[in-house]
């Protein structure tokens, strides 16, 4: 499967964005995908997740309710929405796709993803 995210730019703070990542080669609804960020000089860490098999999220406990994981299977297609940015949300951001056997303590960090699309940029300004 190839991923494409988009929807990344520069936002204020307190702001609202909705990254994209499309699929091709494969259906989201058939794996299980995941968002990560990394910030200058950071690792690359986990957002949040969606289960393939019932659309469960995992992962978005640190966003406090902040952000959200949905999938349209019409469009291939999973979102991350993002509210109420802060500066330090200020990364490049990256969807991932992990196969469906994948129990979800693996998908807790990326080594758990076989399929990675290239980042979009996300800037907070304060």
């Known amino acids: 499967v190839q991923l494409q995210a988009s929807g990344g730019g520069l936002v204020q703070a307190g702001g609202s964005l909705r990254l994209s990542c499309a699929a091709s080669g494969g259906t989201v609804s058939d794996y299980n995908m995941g968002w990560f960020r990394q910030a200058p000089g950071k690792e690359r860490e986990l957002v949040g997740g969606?289960?393939?098999?019932?659309?469960?999220?995992y992962g978005l406990d640190s966003m406090k309710g902040r952000f959200a994981i949905s999938r349209d299977n019409a469009r291939n297609t999973v979102y991350l929405q993002m509210n109420s940015l802060k500066p330090e949300d200020t990364a490049v951001y990256y969807c991932?796709?992990?196969?469906?056997?994948?129990?979800?303590?693996?998908?807790?960090?990326?080594?758990?993803?076989?399929?990675w699309g290239k980042g979009t940029l996300v800037t907070v300004s304060s």
């Open positions: 991932a796709a992990a196969s469906k056997t994948k129990i979800l303590s693996t998908l807790l960090s990326p080594g758990g993803y076989a399929y």
């Open positions: 969606l289960r393939w098999r019932g659309g469960n999220t």
